[in-house]
Structures are given as structure tokens and as C-alpha cells.
């Protein structure tokens, strides 16, 4: 079983940054995959970045160039850094995680989420 908590998220205006903590708990975290969602009012649950087990990364174009995923194994952390923050990134970001490799965009592949923060940019 893994519990994950989300921090970090905030109001920011455009062009600023921010960068979200997910904290897991369990000693065998280095296992697991983890993808940052995120969801706005309206609109399905996506993937913005994920990071495998392995170290392997994925973002998705809205967000390439501007978002580093990156994970701390050793303080069960994986950290989403946002530079470049635009109006349209504001949404309800959430962890996930599923045990192994391969990172996948359906949020129905991860067994584990966190409550979610807000993150919201204004123009």
C-alpha cells in the first residue's frame, strides 16, 4: 500500500513558477512508476509528465520544454518543477502512482493517488 500527499500548488501569475512535491510513503517506492494529472474544471484527467522506475521521462507537449519531473528515492519524493506557467496550466494537479515500469496516460493504469492541489495561474 502506498499513501501519496501532494504539496505545493499556489496562485502564480503567468510566466512564474512553481514546483509541487508528491511524498509517498512505503519503503519500496523506488518500484513504482509516478505521473503528475492534472484536471480543470470541464475537462478529463490528463498526464503532464511521468517518470518510470527506471528514471525514463514523458511530458506532454503542452508542457515540454517547461516541466521537469524528477524523483528523490531516498526521501520517497517525486517533485514536478512548472517554469513558464500559463493560464491554461491552472487545474487540480494529482500524483499517481502504479508499481513497475512503463509510464501510461490513462489515469485507470495507477493504483495509487493523492488528494490533489490547486494550481492556479492568472493572466
Known amino acids: 500500500q502506498v499513501q501519496l500527499v501532494e504539496s505545493g500548488g499556489g496562485l502564480v501569475q503567468a510566466g512564474g513558477s512553481l514546483r509541487l512535491s508528491c511524498a509517498a510513503s512505503?519503503?519500496?517506492?523506488?518500484?513504482?512508476?509516478v505521473g503528475w494529472f492534472r484536471q480543470a474544471p470541464g475537462k478529463e484527467r490528463e498526464l503532464v509528465a511521468g517518470?518510470?522506475?527506471?528514471?525514463?521521462?514523458y511530458y506532454a507537449d503542452s508542457v515540454k520544454g517547461r516541466f521537469t519531473i524528477s524523483r528523490d528515492n531516498a526521501k520517497n519524493t517525486v517533485y514536478l518543477q512548472m517554469n513558464s506557467l500559463k493560464p491554461e496550466d491552472t487545474a487540480v494537479y494529482y500524483c499517481?502512482?502504479?508499481?513497475?515500469?512503463?509510464?501510461?496516460?490513462?489515469?485507470?493504469?495507477?493504483?495509487?493517488w493523492g488528494q490533489g492541489t490547486q494550481v492556479t495561474v492568472s493572466s
Open positions: 517518470i518510470s522506475s527506471g528514471g525514463s521521462t
Open positions: 512505503g519503503r519500496t517506492f523506488s518500484r513504482y512508476t
Open positions: 499517481a502512482a502504479r508499481e513497475g515500469g512503463g509510464i501510461y496516460y490513462y489515469p485507470t493504469r495507477y493504483d495509487y
